[in-house]
Nanobody
Framework: VQLQASGGGLVQARGSLRLSCKVTGINFRLISWGWYRQAPGQQRELVASITAEGVTDVTDPVKGRFTISRDNLKKMVYLDMNDAKPEDTAVYYC?????????WGKGTLVTVSS
């Protein structure tokens, strides 16, 4: 499986950003996907997930601000970030959800300025 996250960049606090993840090499539509992030000096954490049926879940720190979605035809996973906060600054990755392995694609850096 190949995972390519994109869409990161510099955003001001309270701004918005959309992250995209292109997935290849796996039966995309049958799998639950997640967005993870790793802040400097911190462990990687799951922030949002979406099941094969489209049921979504987000963690408390991003609840009400982040939305995950998927496009099964394009094999894409999206993360819409709204009301960004400086503590959202991290490298963002997509992967299966849940996932505890060590195979990660290239993430995309999001920097939120105050």
């Amino acid at each position: 499986v190949q995972l390519q996250a994109s869409g990161g960049g510099l955003v001001q606090a309270r701004g918005s950003l959309r992250l995209s993840c292109k997935v290849t090499g796996i039966n995309f539509r049958l799998i639950s996907w997640g967005w993870y992030r790793q802040a400097p000096g911190q462990q990687r954490e799951l922030v949002a997930s979406i099941t094969a049926e489209g049921v979504t879940d987000v963690t408390d720190p991003v609840k009400g601000r982040f939305t995950i979605s998927r496009d099964n035809l394009k094999k894409m996973v999206y993360l819409d970030m709204n009301d960004a906060k400086p503590e959202d600054t991290a490298v963002y990755y997509c992967n299966l959800a849940p996932y505890t392995g060590d195979r990660w694609g290239k993430g995309t850096l999001v920097t939120v300025s105050s």
